[in-house]
Structure formats: structure tokens, C-alpha cells
């Protein structure tokens, strides 16, 4: 059964925090992908990998960075929190070549105050 | 760039047909699909077509695509409160690129 798990599900931080968003997938995908979620806004892309470091921008990378230093492991990072980044983030991995068939995480929800 | 629209919410009474639109723009879309999103959980792929079809059905699923109009369409027969749930509209441009374009999506109820 494929998997994808994202290391909390729920997470408080304060406004200027370094925060971590850990996502793990187990079905040795090539593509993994960050996006935030917002009623209204539907999901916006922040960052791609299609391969271990490499990255691309999405259509919202700023005030965010990721890493890539395993295949099955893909970090969004917040350098600085900021209150506008309280949200949900989906983490997702699909096989090269079939983004269309994208495999979710449950999300971490994230509240910055 | 890519815009993929959807109406917010459709509500629907248990055994009636829903039918949950979507409009794109992006005339070079090769893959267009529907995800499902249920209450603290994450997307799931419910089905997908590709650009050269019409029509695509799958049990109580079927999706319609008219390319002149760039709409896309998922019709569920006998809708169950199971189905209660947020659907997203998805497309992937062509050229072989990775990136998915979402819509907004539109939250399903089902009254009992």
C-alpha cells in the first residue's frame, strides 16, 4: 500500500521561526511536490523535485526553501514564519513522467502567531 | 498562466445525480483528472482523461470533457453521504512538464 507521511499533523510556532515540514514517501517516486492549501485558493504548488537536489519553483516559493537529500525524504522549510503562512500543506510524490497521478500525505496543518 | 475554475459548493440530496463542473484555459492540456478530498485527509485520485477523449466512465463516475469550451465535468450517480467531500479539478499542460494546475475546489454535501 503506498505511502506518504508527513511528520506532524498539526504544529503552533511563533511569528520569526525556523520551521521544519518533513515528508516521507515509501513507493521510491522520482517527483515530490509541496503545496499549500487555502479555502477559496485551492492548492498552489510552493516547490518540485524531480530528483534528489534538484528543485524547481512553483507558483508561490517565496518566503520558503526545501530540501532534497534522499530520494524518499522532502523538506519545506520557513525560514522566518510569518502569520500569512498559516496554512495547510500537502506534501504529494509521484512517478517520473506521471504527475497525473499524484499520492497525498494528510497534511500538516500550521498556525503561526 | 494555467487558471482552472470551480463553482465553491454544490449541495445534493442522497440518490440524486451530482454533477461538479470546471473550467480551464490552457488549450495544451494533456491530462485532466478529478481528486477527492475527504474531511483531515489528503487528495486522492478518483479519475483522470486524457485530452484526446470524450468521455470517460468508471462505476458511478463519468467525466465529460469538451475541449472547444475547455470544460470538464464529473457526474456521480446515486450520490451517498460517503461522497461528501471537497473535489478538486486538475490539469497537467502538455510538453511534458510536471507541474499540476488545481482549481479552487468545490465542496460536495450530500443531505441525507
Known amino acids: 500500500d503506498v505511502k506518504v507521511t508527513q511528520s506532524s499533523r498539526y504544529l503552533v510556532k511563533r511569528t520569526g521561526e525556523k520551521v521544519f515540514l518533513e515528508c516521507v514517501q515509501d513507493m521510491d517516486h522520482e517527483n515530490m511536490f509541496w503545496y499549500r492549501q487555502d479555502p477559496g485558493l485551492g492548492l498552489r504548488l510552493i516547490y518540485f523535485?524531480?530528483?534528489?537536489?534538484?528543485?524547481e519553483k512553483g507558483d508561490i516559493p517565496e518566503g520558503y526553501s526545501v530540501s532534497r537529500e534522499k530520494k524518499e525524504r522532502f523538506s519545506l522549510i520557513l525560514e522566518s514564519a510569518s502569520t500569512n503562512q498559516t496554512s495547510m500543506y500537502l506534501c504529494a510524490s509521484s512517478l517520473a513522467g506521471a504527475s497525473y497521478e499524484q499520492y497525498f500525505g494528510p497534511g500538516t496543518r500550521l498556525t503561526v502567531t | 498562466g494555467e487558471d482552472v475554475e470551480q463553482s465553491l459548493f454544490l449541495s445534493v440530496r442522497e440518490g440524486d445525480s451530482s454533477v461538479i463542473n470546471c473550467t480551464y484555459t490552457d488549450s495544451s492540456s494533456t491530462y485532466l483528472y478529478w481528486y477527492k478530498q475527504e474531511p483531515g485527509a489528503g487528495l486522492q485520485l478518483l479519475t483522470y482523461i486524457f485530452s484526446n477523449m470524450d468521455m470517460k466512465q468508471d462505476q458511478r463516475l463519468t467525466v465529460l470533457l469538451n475541449k472547444k469550451d475547455k470544460h470538464l465535468s464529473l457526474r456521480i450517480a446515486d450520490t451517498q453521504t460517503g461522497d461528501s467531500a471537497i473535489y478538486f479539478c486538475?490539469?497537467?499542460?502538455?510538453?511534458?512538464?510536471?507541474?499540476?494546475?488545481f482549481g479552487t475546489g468545490t465542496k460536495l454535501q450530500v443531505i441525507p
Open positions: 486538475a490539469e497537467t499542460p502538455g510538453g511534458g512538464y510536471q507541474k499540476v494546475t
Open positions: 523535485s524531480y530528483d534528489v537536489k534538484m528543485k
